[in-house]
């Protein structure tokens, strides 16, 4: 069973979500071959690898928190890489790219939540948990 760690910094963590964000959206283009990753079945697998498996470890040691915020930040990287590097035509869609980009968050927020709840399932209760209650003297 994990230690729970102290949360990381929220400049650090801001800056690793937004990083790693346009770090799957550049990766699944890569891959795919096309520039969203939603347009090719690799390129989503790809950005939902990349998402899902650092959400996951980051709800493994840190309380739920960090890895929401973690994806929220990786959300805004996501589509901050997209409307820079994309063209006119994704410029001129950012709204609806915007909303539809929210469904690649919804594997790692389903793994960060089980990952979650299993680390607690796992958990060793503690000293005041195993501890019996008085009996009751008349």
Same mark, same amino acid.
């Given at each position: 069973? &994990? /230690?729970?760690?102290? /949360?990381?910094?929220? !400049? @650090?963590? @801001? ?21 969203? !990753? ?8 790809? /950005? ?6 650092? $959400?996951?470890?980051? $709800? ?15 959300? @805004? ?30 594997? !790692? ?23 019996? &209650? ?5």
């Amino acid at each position: 069973m &994990p /230690n729970l760690h102290t /949360n990381p910094a929220l !400049p @650090l963590l @801001l800056l690793g979500g937004a990083m790693l964000g346009a770090l799957s959206w550049f990766t699944a283009s890569v891959v795919s071959g096309t520039f969203e !990753p939603y347009d090719s079945g690799s390129g989503l697998l790809v /950005n939902q690898a990349i998402l899902s498996v650092s $959400a996951a470890v980051l $709800a493994w040691h840190y309380r739920i928190g960090v890895p929401l915020v973690f994806m929220a930040s990786a959300y @805004l990287g996501m589509n901050a890489f997209a409307y820079g590097f994309g063209g006119s035509e994704m410029r001129a869609w950012v709204a609806l790219g915007a909303r539809v980009s929210l469904l690649l968050f919804l594997a !790692p927020m389903v793994l960060t939540l089980g990952t979650v709840a299993l680390r607690r399932l796992l958990r060793k209760p503690s000293a005041l948990e195993d501890a019996k &209650p008085q009996e009751i003297q008349e």
